[in-house]
């Protein structure tokens, strides 16, 4: 019998071959570099396994969202690795760690004006969230000198809509970024998320910032999944209980046994990101055969009717996420995309990194 918690194990070498092909597929849609996406621990897979072995594979530029997300990784990496911070921070505040700012505001160029470090400025062209307005862009084109003594690494934008191709705004971002981009100061660009580097000529850049395809998730929905799986989820069962027909089983008496049934209770719930909103809808699976989720998701607990299973018993490993029961698959069954069933990937597994080869 395992130690009574869920198995999450994490294939790096995936890992690095995803952003290879990311590289590789950006290099030859005239793109220059291409950086990852490492915010939210890697997107819950792990910044401390994930960085190292994202660098390795020759990735030198990375992006967070935190600046205590750079702070953490910044021991991971050499000092001549960008640690990008998307949501910005004030002069002083990464100390030694050499992070570098997005400026997202007129008061962010304020504020690291002068200080001669180098910076990303964030202009968005279509999306309304983070970055210079299109009118703030406008005055810093009609006065760059809030520039003066910093060194401007990029610029940059997101896409809104790059996962829906045809799109007509990606088309309208690419023209607004190339219209901004000739009246400001001469810098290089930053474009393409993951979905992006699927759009085509475009939307290459000098350094593109992909994330969710790195670790698997479909930036073509729609299309067959080009990247290679990252993760898998196994969770034990506890205990098996045969119940007669009529039975209900979980929170609120949702399922209602039909027949005699053997009902396998599993240690995993959504506490552990494991989504209540996969009651009654998503499959586990056991050597290779689907297994009914049935009844409610709770905290800490998932049943599975494993009546056709005769084999399964405590101890037995329910898979959860694996190969034809994707993180992508669960998160359309719940309602949601992929990055967040990933995020959502609890505290209390165990983790098993399967090194690059
Ligand atoms: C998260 C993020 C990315 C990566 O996006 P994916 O869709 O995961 O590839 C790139 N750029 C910015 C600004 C982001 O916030």
Request: charged share 15%.
């Amino acid at each position: 019998m395992p130690d009574g918690s869920g198995l999450l194990t994490v294939d790096l070498g995936a890992i690095a071959e995803n952003w290879k092909a990311l590289r590789d597929r950006h290099a030859g849609m005239g793109g220059g570099e291409t950086g990852a996406a490492v915010k939210a621990d890697a997107y819950g897979l792990g910044a401390a396994a994930v960085v190292p072995a994202l660098a390795a594979a020759g990735c030198r530029h990375l992006f967070v969202a935190h600046l205590a997300e750079g702070m953490a990784i910044r021991p991971l990496l050499g000092q001549g690795q960008m640690i990008a911070v998307l949501n910005g921070f004030r002069p002083g505040e990464d100390e030694d760690a050499a992070l570098t700012p997005v400026l997202n505001t007129p008061g962010d160029i304020a504020a690291w004006s002068g200080t001669g470090r180098d910076a990303l400025l964030h202009i968005d062209t279509g999306m309304a969230r983070l970055g210079l307005t299109p009118a703030e862009t406008e005055a810093l084109a009609g006065d760059p000198s809030p520039l003066r003594g910093l060194n401007l690494r990029l610029i940059m934008t997101h896409l809104a809509a790059a996962d829906a191709p045809g799109h007509p705004l990606s088309a309208e971002q690419a023209a607004r970024f190339a219209a901004a981009r000739a009246r400001l100061p001469a810098a290089p660009s930053s474009f393409a998320n993951s979905s992006g580097l699927f759009l085509g000529p475009d939307y290459a850049s000098a350094l593109a910032r992909p994330g969710c395809a790195i670790y698997g998730l479909n930036p073509t929905p729609g299309a067959p999944n080009p990247m290679r799986p990252v993760v898998r989820l196994a969770a034990p069962v506890l205990q098996v209980r045969e119940i007669p027909a009529g039975t209900p089983v979980g929170y609120g008496a949702t399922w209602v046994a039909e027949r005699p049934s053997r009902i396998a209770t599993v240690a995993a719930g959504y506490a552990d990101g494991y989504l209540r909103a996969l009651s009654g809808r998503a499959t586990g699976r056991h050597n290779g055969q689907d297994l009914p989720l049935v009844g409610r998701v709770s905290m800490d607990l998932t049943t599975f009717d494993v009546t056709d299973h005769p084999g399964i018993a405590p101890g037995a490993m329910i898979e959860l996420i694996g190969p034809g029961l994707s993180a992508d698959d669960l998160a359309a069954l719940a309602g949601t995309i992929g990055y967040e069933v990933l995020t959502s990937l609890g505290a209390r597994y165990r983790r098993d990194y399967k090194q690059a080869a």
